[in-house]
């Protein structure tokens, strides 16, 4: 008998079920509602894998950008500084078609002064290399502008939905309407956890590609001087700092006579 009652207190103590949980106004949305997430969470983990490919990319751009001062500039001739560069490299690309457009104009009668046609071949190739910085960022901006805007979809299903069931109940009981308020809320706040970091995300990576075609331009600049001015106008290249010469050992002071003299303490 006693230990009839203490199962029964047990069972007594137990926690209530919550009936206002994430999953139960979910449950309460239906298809509406789960296509509504299941539109969110493929937004939000396309908003990611965009984040951290182009932070990859940007980084790898700028680290090569390094080997632009530490060895490209060091050679004789833009053609032997274009094979020192990393292949498949924003900045041996434009190298290269610094190089082909060299050859080109060599070829072509009446095509202008070559410095001019360096040039636009210069500007063509860093248009075509700051599209590629770009791609994607496209679709940061729209999860942006558009999440927040589906979320307040499911916020509205949600709200009409706890109208329906106070004009059914004939009551704004807390029991009839918690559940699909509850839900609108829920959809609202995933549209702003979706839309906060893709506008953060999309800011950030603007910035740091505004920053590489600014380097991309100071670069192009500086392959049209050279070429100019036939190899004599480039960029300073920082040499590794001397090591200071070690000073000369003081020579004993000698007297008249050739010996050395001596210190008196």
Do not use: C
Not at 109 to 120: D, L, M, N, S, Y
Not at 183 to 190: G, N, R, V
């Amino acid at each position: 008998m006693n230990l009839y009652y203490l199962a029964a207190a047990a069972a007594d103590t137990e926690a209530p079920v919550n009936e206002f949980g994430f999953w139960k106004a979910m449950e309460e949305g239906g298809p509406v509602a789960w296509s509504i997430l299941a539109v969110m969470i493929i937004m939000s983990v396309g908003s990611f894998y965009i984040l951290f490919t182009k932070l990859f990319e940007q980084n790898k751009v700028m680290r090569q950008y390094q080997s632009v001062r530490q060895s490209f500039w060091r050679a004789s001739s833009l053609k032997e500084g274009a094979t020192k560069l990393e292949k498949n490299s924003a900045w041996r690309q434009l190298a290269d078609d610094a190089v082909t457009a060299q050859e080109h104009h060599g070829k072509m009668e009446g095509a202008g002064q070559e410095v001019h046609f360096v040039e636009e071949e210069l500007a063509h190739s860093q248009n075509t290399i700051n599209q590629s910085l770009s791609g994607g960022l496209s679709f940061l901006a729209s999860v942006g502008a558009t999440a927040p805007f589906i979320g307040l979809l499911g916020t509205v299903i949600g709200i009409y939905r706890a109208l329906i069931n106070i004009g059914i109940e004939g009551s704004a009981s807390i029991d009839k309407v918690a559940g699909p308020v509850g839900e609108a809320l829920i959809m609202t706040a995933i549209g702003l956890l979706v839309a906060v970091p893709a506008v953060l995300a999309f800011n950030w990576l603007q910035s740091r590609n505004r920053r590489i075609d600014a380097l991309m331009t100071d670069f192009s600049n500086s392959i049209v001087a050279y070429i100019g001015s036939n190899g004599s106008i480039k960029p300073a290249v920082t040499a590794a700092a001397a090591k200071p010469a070690a000073k000369p050992a003081a020579k004993p002071a000698t007297t008249a006579g050739g010996a050395s003299a001596s210190i008196k303490k």
